[in-house]
Antibody, heavy 123, light 106 residues
Framework: QVTLKESGPGILQPSHTLSLTCSFS??????????VSWIRQPSGKGLEWLAS???????YNNPSLKSRLTVSKDTSNNQAFLKVTSVDTADTATYYC???????????????WGQGASVTVSS | DIQMTQSPSLLSASVGDRVTLSCKAS??????LNWYQQKLGEAPKLLIY???SLQTGIPSRFSGSGSGTDYTLTISSLQPEDVATYFC????????FGGGTKLELK
């Protein structure tokens, strides 16, 4: 069974760097086809994909946020990380990490999600 | 960037109704489309992948179809537990979600 859980600061000030951790079990980020994606959702609004990291170390960022995002992993400890620099109030949202799988036939799915971590940017 | 537009944004239906939700891409996404269900206060859950493949454990009343730029999620007989917001997601070029359709009981 795949499970994921996000952790973060809860609240931070504008211009600071947001650091989030995704702790997971049930899969390894060293296994072919496995990845972790980060997605955020402002309260009452839609979903926005932020970044993904794959078993081979490849990372992909949303072009609209590319320069502000850094995604990394610690395979040995089953964790993935997201950093967002220079935050402002528009970054206030629930941040999810999701197990992302690449399967034969060109299927990419986010098939298990964490419960989400609420992040508020406020002075 | 590929934009995904879902319609309607709000849908009211009765238990037992056949419900159809639409998702339109700004360009051809070659069936690279997934559907997710998000209940209030919960994380999204994968329902359908690659346009019409049912995720394991999802009831067979859910089905997907489409091609090119136009895609549909159908619930054959609406159940009370289907009240949720539904999102489509393309993965032909990066990942983009639609704005969602909120499904409520009439």
């Amino acid at each position: 069974q795949v499970t994921l859980k996000e952790s973060g600061p809860g609240i931070l000030q504008p211009s600071h760097t947001l650091s989030l951790t995704c702790s997971f079990s049930g899969f390894s980020l060293s296994t072919y086809g496995m990845g972790v994606s980060w997605i955020r959702q402002p309260s009452g609004k839609g979903l926005e994909w932020l970044a993904s990291i794959w078993w081979n170390g490849n990372t992909y960022n949303n072009p609209s946020l590319k320069s502000r995002l850094t995604v990394s992993k610690d395979t040995s400890n089953n964790q993935a990380f997201l950093k967002v620099t220079s935050v402002d109030t528009a970054d206030t949202a629930t941040y999810y990490c999701a197990h992302t799988g690449y399967y034969s036939g060109n299927y990419y799915v986010m098939d298990a999600w964490g419960q989400g971590a609420s992040v508020t940017v406020s002075s | 960037d590929i934009q995904m537009t879902q319609s309607p944004s709000l849908l009211s239906a009765s238990v037992g109704d056949r419900v159809t939700l639409s998702c339109k891409a700004s360009q051809n996404i070659y069936k690279y489309l997934n559907w997710y269900q998000q209940k209030l206060g919960e994380a999204p859950k994968l329902l359908i992948y690659y346009t019409n493949s049912l995720q394991t454990g999802i009831p067979s009343r859910f089905s997907g179809s489409g091609s090119g730029t136009d895609y549909t999620l159908t619930i054959s007989s609406l159940q009370p537990e289907d009240v949720a917001t539904y999102f489509c997601q393309q993965y032909n070029s990066w990942w983009t979600f639609g704005g969602g359709t909120k499904l409520e009981l009439k």
